[in-house]
């Protein structure tokens, strides 16, 4: 018990040093987190060796080129707040989408924090202010869905302070999950034969890497030296109903910078990422093809009990599947298209709603670089 404690209170320690690293470093910070060759690791199993920095990998070889890694990946997830969390636990929250979540890389944006300490954000009348939070043991429930990598780069993370993110930090790690996001860490599971690093960006919270498009691109160069295949995520744009399009330039919500969101992408991918997955407007955008690589702007939101809007646009969400070779070079995705109740719970539309919208927004804002989404969900590269 003792030892338990000692655990538990050192990575309180380390998160708060955490949120002191990113008030000196500013500008961007991101971590990046290997994932092993288990679909989902085992519970308790150590998130691997901490670093400090994205040095390459000693004696790297480059993945064989007929091997290839699946991933898949969602939107925002927040799967309660204080008042209101589901009655017969988080596990329902998922179970219409678990048998989607399949890969070795799964990958969601955890919009929330992991605690049942600690004084909100939201002062006691704020009426426009949203803090939400879950007890730390509804991470065995984000395994449990499939989920291997949680996203914590986003404007919830801090919800409930540092003594939150510790929390949160500590109960993904007890559950056996990777994290990134965080300020200047990176943690790496060596495994072959194809590595994967993923990397968190946002415009605010614990990094803001999305308004630093400069400083991102260089630890996804980094990133890039010892991983054979790089994901980005980000947690960027305009929220709301009415902001599926991707603008050109930079976009703001409530007077806040939410960053350029194509510059950044476009930035990204050229300093090495082969996958971006995007977050943060809880509506869908459209997917564009760059330099062969996939740019997903926003997948949405996937779940969330009470907290996430689940009425029109809000409530039609998907999962990214692809699946890419040890060089990250495309070999084939799927979009399937899910929905929210008005509960917040997920489940497979058999409208296929998502398709359609997804669709219509990339002809819309890619015209002739937008991915091809057939009746099925099937995503093919544009002929042209």
């Not at 008030?23 to 691997?48: K, L, M, Q, Y």
């Not at 004696?59 to 991933?71: E, H, L, N, Q, S």
């Not at 034969?193 to 614990?206: A, I, K, M, N, T």
């Not at 407007?281 to 969330?304: C, Q």
């Amino acid at each position: 018990m003792r030892a338990a404690r000692r655990t538990v209170h050192g990575r309180r320690a380390r998160a708060r040093r955490l949120l002191v690293g990113a008030a000196i470093v500013g500008a961007c910070t991101a971590t990046a987190a290997w994932i092993s060759r288990v679909e989902s690791p085992p519970a308790g199993e150590a998130a691997g060796r901490v670093e400090r920095t994205l040095a390459p990998a000693k004696g790297k070889r480059p993945a064989p080129a007929d091997r290839t890694v699946a991933i898949a990946a969602v939107g925002d997830i927040a799967m309660g707040r204080d008042g209101a969390l589901p009655p017969s636990g988080p596990d329902v929250l998922f179970a219409g989408v678990r048998a989607e979540l399949r890969g070795r890389v799964v990958l969601g944006n955890l919009e929330q924090t992991l605690t049942e300490a600690g004084a909100s954000k939201c002062g006691r009348k704020s009426t426009d202010c949203y803090a939400f939070r879950t007890p730390p043991v509804y991470a065995d429930a984000l395994r449990a869905a499939g989920f291997t990598v949680l996203n914590l780069a986003n404007n919830h993370s801090l919800d409930y302070g540092a003594g939150g993110l510790a929390d949160t930090v500590a109960a993904l790690d007890d559950a056996g999950l990777r994290h990134t996001g965080e300020p200047g860490l990176a943690a790496r599971v060596r495994q072959r034969p194809v590595r994967v690093s993923v990397l968190g960006f946002s415009y605010g919270g614990l990094n803001r890497g999305v308004l630093d498009v400069g400083a991102a691109a260089e630890l996804v160069r980094q990133a890039d030296r010892w991983a054979d295949v790089v994901v980005v995520t980000m947690h960027a744009g305009a929220e709301g109903h009415d902001h599926g399009h991707v603008p050109a330039g930079s976009e703001s919500h409530l007077g806040e910078s939410r960053g350029d969101l194509r510059a950044f992408s476009h930035a990204v991918v050229e300093a090495g990422a082969d996958l971006v997955a995007g977050h943060g407007p809880h509506v869908l955008r459209g997917l564009e093809w760059y330099r062969g690589r996939l740019i997903a702007y926003s997948l949405g939101n996937f779940a969330g009990y009470r907290t996430l809007r689940a009425d029109g646009p809000g409530g039609v969400g998907a999962v990214l599947r692809v699946k890419l070779r040890g060089d990250g070079s495309w070999v084939s995705g799927t979009l399937v298209p899910t929905r929210l109740d008005a509960t917040g719970t997920a489940s497979v539309d058999p409208a296929r709603a998502a398709l359609g919208v997804v669709r219509s927004l990339s002809r819309s804002d890619f015209p002739g670089s937008a991915l091809r989404v057939t009746p099925s969900g099937e995503l093919l590269p544009p002929t042209g």
